[in-house]
């Protein structure tokens, strides 16, 4: 599966922005899909991740401002709604995909095979 993320830009603190990220290859809901976010000088991190069906899995850091959803009926695409941004929210912003993911390692980087090429999220005060 190949991807392609989209939707940052530069907001304000308080605003909302929406990401996408468009699968293309191999059959997009056969996998795990996910957002790691990098600010500069910093580790990837995760921001959250979902199967096609089952609970999604959001860090403590965004849970209750941003929302991870898929549409693999018709766009094979994942989008991460983010509500209430923060200064600390910026990053460039990378969906990732794995075909076999259990919940619990969802938040692990190298558990995921397939990476977008990445989107800056801007958030000024």
């Known amino acids: 599966v190949q991807l392609q993320a989209s939707g940052g830009g530069l907001v304000q603190a308080g605003e909302s922005l929406r990401l996408s990220c468009t699968a293309s290859?191999?059959?997009?809901?056969?996998?795990?899909m996910a957002w790691f976010r990098q600010a500069p000088g910093k580790e990837r991190e995760f921001v959250a991740a979902?199967?096609?069906?089952?609970?999604?899995?959001y860090s403590d850091s965004v849970k209750g401002r941003f929302t991870i959803s898929r549409d693999d009926n018709n766009k094979n695409t994942v989008y991460l709604q983010m509500s209430r941004l923060k200064p600390e929210d910026t990053a460039v912003y990378y969906c990732?995909?794995?075909?076999?993911?259990?919940?619990?390692?969802?938040?692990?980087?190298?558990?995921?095979?397939?990476w977008g090429q990445g989107t800056q999220v801007t958030v000024s005060s």
């Open positions: 290859g191999r059959t997009f809901t056969n996998y795990a």
């Open positions: 979902r199967w096609r069906n089952g609970n999604p899995n």
């Open positions: 990732a995909a794995s075909p076999s993911i259990i919940y619990s390692s969802m938040t692990y980087s190298n558990r995921y095979n397939t």
